[in-house]
């Protein structure tokens, strides 16, 4: 849960102050959607109040989403392409594990956060050193950042859930199906989130690397 909302109108609002109540109530661990209205409720103002600061809803979702974003600066080294998209991933995983909110807020109503654009350029660069371009560098990105952004949404998904397989959902299961799932678990368990997230990135580098080599 983040933390509570401070009640009372500011004497003067601002949009500094619009945009730091906007970034509560995305992350206060609600559920609930954020919405204009449900922004004013909470400073105690008018929908237009805010409309004073901020052209349109886009132009506040871009702001959250680079307040949340401003400290995702992945230190990529000098070097190959493998040990660059390494550092980007894991630096995401760190990231997006710290802030969890930030998934919703990624995207809205055809529209993208410039934040997440501008790391979309900095793996395009990275995966451009292996020599793909094009449309096959396009298709490259794409599956890279679903990837280990994929994978990190599910981590997130587990931590809040808890992700753990009890006999009752075992229970569910054919006969068959049950014993498969015990002997796949039994293995599962054992495996760190750390091990797990590296053996993704290094199968998705080994993929690109196939990929370059299938155009060579």
Not at 118 to 124: P, S
Request: glycine content about 8%; charged content about 25%.
């Amino acid at each position: 849960m983040g933390r509570p909302l401070k009640r009372g109108r500011p004497a003067r609002l601002s949009r500094d102050q619009i945009v730091a109540a906007a970034v509560e109530l995305v992350v206060d661990g609600s559920g609930e959607p954020f919405s204009v209205h449900r922004l004013a409720r909470a400073l105690e103002v008018t929908p237009m109040a805010i409309y004073r600061h901020v052209e349109n809803k886009e132009e506040l979702m871009q702001a959250v989403a680079q307040q949340l974003m401003q400290d995702f600066r992945p230190q990529i080294p000098e070097g190959e392409w493998p040990e660059q998209l390494r550092a980007w991933a894991f630096a995401a995983r760190a990231h997006f594990l710290g802030k969890p909110a930030l998934f919703g807020i990624l995207g809205w109503k055809e529209h993208i956060a410039g934040a997440w654009l501008r790391q979309i350029a900095v793996l395009a660069r990275i995966i451009a050193k292996s020599g793909l371009e094009n449309r096959e560098l396009a298709d490259a990105v794409q599956w890279a950042a679903n990837t280990v952004m994929g994978h990190i949404y599910f981590e997130v998904s587990g931590r809040e859930s808890g992700y753990r397989v009890s006999a009752g959902d075992i229970s569910m299961l054919s006969p068959e199906d049950a014993i498969l799932v015990r002997g796949i678990m039994k293995h599962l368990v054992r495996k760190k989130a750390d091990t797990v997230f590296s053996d993704t990135v290094e199968r998705a580098i080994e993929a690109l690397r196939m990929r370059c080599g299938s155009l060579t």
